[in-house]
């Protein structure tokens, strides 16, 4: 197959893009910096995440997917083509790029991103679950008999799947992630402190100081924000045993609509998974003692694998190194034309 193959984890949190014999070779934050004026991107990724709170009133960053899903087509278009061409610089074929999506992305979610895609340089696209990306990303012997667990939390919406034999038996995918935890803190503290902050001090509020089992030795932690009534610099404590009441919320939530989801499980393939444990993935996995937590509401054992956010794109590199493997689970690269009418085609079945 002609053109280099990339493997595309296009998130509401970040973009992760694995290039074929390279290994991952993007990492930025699914941002873009645009001028309120012209509407033209002036910055992705990192240089726009930089800004986030320190630009003039001319300058607005924006998030370019939401909930699992491109929000502005031009300036996710935009965003692609810029590193798509950083990736693969002149070469002559257009790439072959291999894009994960929710389990549960509508017809009208797919060709969005099949059109964003294509626009921005693809040569032929392969559209896969992301889910099944991160269960090969989290070292699952996909080929076993036999139902294994993987559960990807993300920044907007966290999924699930029961893989055997290299395939999902079962899934589902739940419009919640790590960033109800943020507007949580947020909320908190402008509603009952009066103050704001931005992205880059509420980063370090959750890597350092959120839990999701209350902490036996309270922490806290100096940081600095805005006052909600004056609009001056402020910097104030913040404790681990202040915030926890309004995590303990969300990830309450959280748990709830996971045993939800359990409850569609067959019984057969849930001993399976309780057989061999869960495996925890996505950013949502880094917060302290989430696996403790899941272990006590599920009773079933929960383990975050190695290198947690990166696990859907590992995994999508497993896939475009091996095509045998795609072709293994019903995947190929094909042409933009013949993905949309696959598309039309599943519309009409499901008229």
């Known amino acids: 197959m002609k053109g280099m193959k990339l493997g595309i984890d296009f998130g509401s949190y970040s973009i992760k893009i694995y290039a074929e014999n390279k290994g991952m070779v993007i990492d930025e934050p699914s941002v873009a910096a645009i001028d309120c004026e012209t509407q033209q991107p002036i ?12 630009c003039p009133a001319e300058i607005k960053v924006v998030d370019v997917i939401r909930n699992g899903v491109i ?3 031009v300036l996710a278009e935009k965003m692609l083509r810029y590193y798509i061409k950083k990736v693969c610089g002149t070469r002559v074929y257009k790439p072959n790029v291999l894009v ?31 889910i099944l ?38 899934s589902g995918a739940i419009k919640r992630g790590s960033n109800d935890i943020d507007k949580a803190i947020e909320q908190h503290l402008k509603r009952d402190r009066d103050i704001l902050i931005g992205p880059h ?12 089992i209350r902490r036996d030795c309270e922490t806290a932690l100096f940081i600095s924000g ?9 910097s104030f404590e913040i404790t681990s045993n202040e915030i926890y009441p309004y995590i303990d919320e969300q990830i309450s939530l959280l748990v709830a609509e996971i045993n939800t989801l359990l409850k569609t499980v067959p019984p057969e393939l849930l001993s399976d998974a309780a057989d061999h ?12 003692d989430i696996a403790e937590r899941l272990e006590q509401e599920i009773n079933i054992r929960c383990e975050v694998v190695d290198e947690p956010t990166l696990a859907k794109v590992n995994g999508l590199g497993q896939l475009i190194n091996n095509e045998k493997l795609l072709e293994n689970n019903g995947y190929r690269f094909i042409f933009k034309d013949e993905v949309r009418e696959r598309i039309r085609k599943m519309n009409s079945k499901n008229v």
């Open 201 to 212: 001090t509420l980063r370090e509020v959750k890597d350092k100081i959120i839990s999701a």
């Open 71 to 73: 929000s502005d087509f």
């Open 133 to 170: 990306a991160s269960a090969f990303g989290c070292g699952i012997e996909t080929e076993k008999i036999g139902g294994r667990m993987v559960l990807d939390i993300g920044h907007h919406i966290t999924e699930f799947a029961i893989i055997s034999m290299g395939s999902i038996v079962n």
């Open 100 to 130: 994960s999506l929710s389990t549960n992305a509508t017809s009208f979610e797919k060709k969005t991103m099949l059109d964003a895609i294509t626009l921005a340089g693809a040569g032929r696209v392969c559209l896969v679950e992301g």
């Open 226 to 234: 805005k006052s909600n009534l004056d609009e001056m610099p402020i």
């Open 43 to 54: 910055a992705f990724g990192s240089d726009a995440y930089e800004l986030s709170g320190r």
């Open 277 to 288: 444990g869960i495996y925890l993935c996505g950013g949502g996995s880094l917060i302290f």
